[in-house]
């Protein structure tokens, strides 16, 4: 009797086994085109797990990694920008702190603050937009409170 829950347990184990974070290898059902962009980002990242964002029109997607950490806020947060029709690097960048996100279909949003706001900085002082179309920042940033 111990053997055949054993062997029950063993089997529901291996059968529920899914994988929850994309790896190198985790796209075998995936188009070619988003294999190829997800292996570029890999390889222009050199990291294990990578977390993808296409934008609105699927022409661009935000690759981004932050390592397990068992102090909040000590790991950098890595990222790219990927042109998904060529895999051709649009821009690429490590924060110690703060976040990167589309906020339109061809911009995103790079926060990147320093531990203690200085003086009377407010976030929106850290805060930059990039145009990954024209592969160019945008000039000085409103950030709504």
Avoid: H, R
Wanted: proline share 6%.
């Amino acid at each position: 009797m111990k053997y055949f829950i054993l062997l029950i347990i063993l089997a529901t184990v291996s059968g529920c086994n899914k994988q929850v974070a994309s790896g190198p290898d985790s796209s075998k059902n995936s188009t070619s085109t988003e294999l190829t962009y997800k292996q570029k980002a890999y390889e222009i990242m050199d990291i294990p797990q990578v977390v993808f964002k296409e934008n609105e029109t699927k022409e661009y997607v935000l690759a981004t990694y932050k390592a397990d950490e068992t102090v909040p806020n000590t790991k950098p947060l890595q990222y790219a920008v990927l042109k998904i029709s060529d895999n051709s690097l649009i821009k690429k960048g490590v924060l110690p702190q703060g976040s990167v996100k589309w906020i339109d279909s061809y911009i995103i949003e790079i926060v990147s603050p320093p531990g203690m706001l200085e003086g009377n900085k407010t976030i929106a002082d850290y805060t930059t937009q990039f145009d990954v179309k024209s592969g160019k920042p945008i000039s000085k940033v409103k950030v709504k409170n």
